[in-house]
């Protein structure tokens, strides 16, 4: 099983608790809420690096998911704490690409991790640029995409 390890310098963590509302029948995360925790952890990335979301709704823009692949390794129960390092796998004009890992704080295991491609578009949902402050906030982050 794959443990945690300290993240890449350019990464971002973002620690959670999980609540009891995102529990199934099952007594585990639903596997639809996985992405609730991953999308809550990119807002911290993107207000935590100095362009939070509100400055892309601001400006009538908005990240949509074009593409998600998610890979669930083990469950994680209600009141797990967890964390999620977040990096930049690809970073182009009008898109960016994250790599998400889901840990089990306690053990230190890998429980989740998934791909996201996001494309800037604005309201209308024509495709834009991305914003230069983003582009900037977001290029430290910037590693090679995982095997």
């Known amino acids: 099983m794959d443990r945690l390890s300290p993240p890449l310098a350019p990464g971002h963590r973002f620690c959670w608790q999980v609540p009891l509302y995102e ?59 967890i964390e999620i390092y977040t990096t930049v796998t690809a970073l182009k004009s009008r898109s960016v690409t994250f790599h998400q890992q889901l840990f089990l704080s306690a053990s230190g295991q890998l429980a989740t991790e998934v791909h996201l491609a996001t494309v800037c578009i604005t309201f209308a949902g024509k495709p834009v640029a991305l914003p230069p402050e983003l582009r900037a906030c977001l290029t430290p982050l910037l590693v090679p995409a995982p095997a």
């Open 23 to 81: 529990i199934d029948m099952g007594q585990a995360v639903y596997h639809g809420n996985y992405y609730h925790f991953f999308e809550m952890a990119r807002e911290a990335l993107l207000r935590d690096q100095g362009f939070g979301y509100a400055e892309l709704v601001a400006r009538e823009m908005h990240l949509a998911v074009v593409e998600a692949r998610c890979r669930y390794r083990q469950p994680v129960r209600y009141q797990d704490a």
